[in-house]
C-alpha cells in the first residue's frame, strides 16, 4: 500500500495518527484510546512486498511508561569483559544460538535479566512440537519448521532431553474430508506430512473424545517437550564446550561508534563485544532501537495454559484441538488453543491469545479460563475444572508482519537479529540458531580469521531420573547412592538425589524455583506444599547458607523469613 493511500485510511479510521516512511519502513506516530486500535493501525500499514517492517510508534492515551523488571543485583562483577559474542536472552533462541556459536573457536557470552534461563515465553509455553501445517507459505516460520522438525529427535537425543512423537489431530464437526484431503495434498508436497482421519480411525485411537468429532487432519510428527528443560539443556551444553552464561543481568543501554557497538551497559558492568545477538524475546525491538537498528515493532500477545492433574492423564493420548464450523454466532467459541498430553503426562489446554501493551503481563484471569476450558471440553467432555492444578500466562513476541525477523542489522554493522520469535519458535530453534551463527561468524571473520572448535562436544549426559527407570535400576543407583533413595516430593516421586545433582550442574540456580524447573518436585498435585520446605532445607545445606536467604524465584525473594521471635516462618 502507498503511503498515500495508508494515510488516507488512517484518517478515516484514526485520527490524528500520522504515517511516514522511514529507512525502508512504515513508521506510525500519534496517540490513541484503545489498544486494539494501536494494534490494528500496526496491522494496517504492514506491506510486506514494499516496506522492510512497520515501526509503530502510537502511543496509548493515559496509559504510564511502561519499564522493564530489573534484578536485584547491581555490581561490577562484568565490567570491561570482551567477549567475541554477547547474545542478549536467555530463552531458547539465545540459549540454542549460544550452543551454535561453541562450534567455532570464539568467546561467547549469554546475558539473561532474570534468575534462570526460560523464564518468559520460552518457558510459558505447552512444549509442542509443530509440524507446520497451519503456517502461511513462503514465511521464515514455514521455511524453518517443516525441517527443524524432521531433526528434533536427533536434537533431543544430543541434549538428553525427553522427546516424544505424539501425532496430531486438528480436528472438525463437520464431515469435510474432501477438502481436507485437498489440504493434506498440499501440505505434503511442502515437506509437511499431513493425513487425513475419519470420525471411526479417531475414536478407535481417542475413545474420550466427543463423538460428534466427524473428520481431522492428522499430522503424525507432531511432538513434545519440556521447553524450559530443552533451553536450559541448550546453555548447559554450551557452558560444557567453554561458553558463558550470566544471570540477573540486564541490558540497559549502548554505545555506538562508526555504527558499531562498542559496549553495553548492563547492572553488572561494561561489556566490550565484538559481535552482538539480540535474542530479547519481547524486547527485542527495545534491544535493536539502543542499537540504532530497529525495522520492527513488538506486539506483545499474552495467552494463558492450564494445567491437570496426572491421574486424568491417560483421557488423551495425542495433541488435539477443535474447528467449529457454524454459521450460528451463538455457538462460536473463542480462541482457547488446543490440549495436549504433555512430556510428563498431563493434560494442557490453551493457550488462548489477546493483544496486551505490557511485555511482561503474566498475570491469568478466571474469564481466561472459562473461555478456554468450554472450547476444550466440547472435544474431551470428560475435562472437569477440580483437576486444574496450576495455570499460567505467557507473552509473545509478534511482530506486526506475523514473521521471524532473523538478518545482519542493516545500519549496525555487528549485531544479528533474532526477533519476533512465537509459536513454533520452540520447533524452529535448532535451525534458527544455525543461521544467527552463521551470520555472527560472517561478521568476526571481518575482522579476524575464524575457525572451527575441534574439541566440540554436542553430548549432555542427563542427571538421572527415577519416574524413567526400571526398579531395577532404581535399585542400583540408590545402592551406590543412598539419597536417591530418599524422596521428597511424593506427587512426582522426586528424591533428594535428584535435588542436588541439579545443584551441581554448570548453571547453577540454587533456588526453589530453579530446582522446580530442573527436577519437577512441587509440580505435582500439592503444588509444594509439603516438598518445598524440604527443597528449600536441600539447598540451605548444599550451599552452607542460612534458610532464611534460600530465594523463590529470585535474589530478594525468600521462601521463609525470620519471625519476631525467632523462629523461621514459611512464606
Known sequence: MKISRLRKKLAGLYPGV??????????LTGELDKWEDVVNAGYLAVDKKRYIGVLNDITLKNAKEEKMRLPFICDNKLDGLKPDFLVIGGGISGASILRELMRYDVSAMLVEKESDLAMQASGRNDGEIHPGVDLGIGTKKQYYVVRANRIFGDICDELGVHFERRGQYACFNKPIKPLLRLIAKSRSKIGCPTEVAGKEEILKTEPKFNPEVECAVSNPQSGVVSP??????????????????????????MELKDNKVVSVKTNRGMIYPKVLINAAGTFADKIAEMADDRYFTIHPRSGSDYIFDKKIGQEINHITSIEFISHNKKTAHSKGGGVIKTIENNILIGPNAYETPERENFATESQSLDQVFQKQKYIVPTLEKRDIIAYFTGTRAATYEEDF???????TRNIV???GIQSPGLTTSPLVAKDVAKMGIDILKESREVRSNTKFDPKRKPDP?????TEEEKTALIKRNPAYGRIICR????????????LNRNIKVPTVNGIKRRARPGMGRCQGGFCMPLVAKIISEHEHIPLEEVAGKEIGSPVVFKSQKGGSVHE
Open 491 to 502: 506427587c512426582e516421586g522426586i528424591s533428594e538425589g535428584e535435588i542436588i545433582d541439579c
Open 417 to 419: 537479529h533474532c526477533a
Open 228 to 253: 524450559y528443560e530443552l533451553t536450559i539443556a541448550f546453555a548447559e551444553n554450551a557452558v560444557k564446550n567453554g561458553a558463558r552464561v550470566e544471570l540477573d543481568t540486564a541490558v540497559l543501554s
Open 405 to 411: 525477523y532473523i538478518e545482519k542489522g542493516r545500519k
Open 18 to 27: 500520522e504515517a511516514e516512511e522511514k529507512d525502508g519502513c512504515v513508521r
Open 465 to 469: 531420573v527415577l519416574r524413567f527407570m
